[in-house]
């Protein structure tokens, strides 16, 4: 057994549970107390530390951690000089793309970018916003938001960039989105000088092929079945696979056996319509990861 350790850095906050998830899916175990910052793993190889994701690609670019999970808005934001690894779509709440937004009060006149100008903004994503204004010409005073952003409108600023998944918060605060800053995804990055030692990379190519196999079969399952062979091209014609179904001939030569892979969400409909084009022994199984 290998005596080296990849040290990498997991999102604290929002993001952790979703992350917990994910790797043991993929087949690691994270576990930790609430406060303890340096959670276990399954797995010798590998040495853990909860930080924030706003802090990640900074320490990743330093050296302090060979790799980590985070947001690219937060690379963006710490303009950080890092190896994007690879995507890793998943949040919170969705397995969608977060998305930063301006927001202001429903009942505001503000309708464009350039509304704006002269304006109070406040907001954790200060660089990116920065930047954002002056690729539209607009000069407004952004400050940083140490958090409740969504309630500092309109007492305390005249409009806010905050993250959202869903827009439900915002709605829930009485306000409107007027415009997209920038879409945003998990990533995993890495330190350079880590990417470029090949223990450790081979490490992080691992670890990044099945969390993505694990992303891959959320929402999927398996089907089994035994068909009549006369039977195969009305049952086939039905399943949606990811590169057609697996057709085994049985021992008598009169069945075959067909598995697929499949949406969950279509089963309680295709399951019925199956049986009826002859399909028999169908067996529904749920999948931990898919590689292609």
């Known amino acids: 057994m290998s005596s080296r350790q990849l040290k990498i850095a997991l999102p604290k906050g929002s993001l952790q549970e979703a992350t917990y998830r994910l790797f043991e899916r993929a087949g690691w175990r994270i576990s930790a107390t609430s406060r303890n910052y340096f959670p276990r793993i399954n797995d010798p190889e590998l040495e853990g530390i909860l930080i924030r994701a706003q802090e990640i690609a900074r320490y990743v670019q330093d050296g302090v951690m060979d790799c980590g999970l985070t947001g690219r808005d937060w690379v963006v934001e710490n303009d950080a000089d890092v190896v994007e690894v690879a995507a890793l779509v998943f949040a919170k709440a969705t397995s969608r793309p977060v998305r930063w937004v301006v927001a202001v009060p429903n009942d505001s006149d503000m309708h464009t970018v350039q509304d704006l100008q002269g304006k109070r903004i406040a907001t954790e994503l200060v660089n990116v916003t920065k930047k954002f204004l002056t690729e539209h010409d607009v000069t407004a005073q952004v400050e940083f938001s140490w958090g409740a952003t969504e309630a500092k409108v309109p ?14 918060s915002l709605k829930a605060n009485n ?7 920038m879409e945003s995804v998990t990533v995993m990055v890495a330190n350079k000088a880590a990417w470029e030692d090949p223990w450790k990379r081979q490490k992080i190519e691992q670890l990044v092929m099945l969390l993505q196999g694990a992303l891959r079969a959320e929402g999927k399952v398996g089907l089994k079945m035994n068909v009549p062979a006369d039977h195969v091209g009305r049952v086939t014609s039905l399943l949606p696979a990811m590169k057609g179904p697996t057709i085994s001939h049985l021992a008598d030569g009169q069945w075959v056996a067909v598995e697929t892979v499949i949406e969950e969400k279509v089963v309680r409909e ?10 028999q022994d169908i067996i529904e199984y749920p999948l931990n990861k898919v590689i292609p």
């Open 155 to 168: 007492s305390l600023v005249d409009a806010i960039v905050e993250i959202t998944e869903t827009g439900s």
């Open 175 to 181: 306000l409107r989105i007027m415009t997209d800053v």
């Open 270 to 279: 295709i399951i019925p319509q199956l049986k009826a084009a002859g399909a």
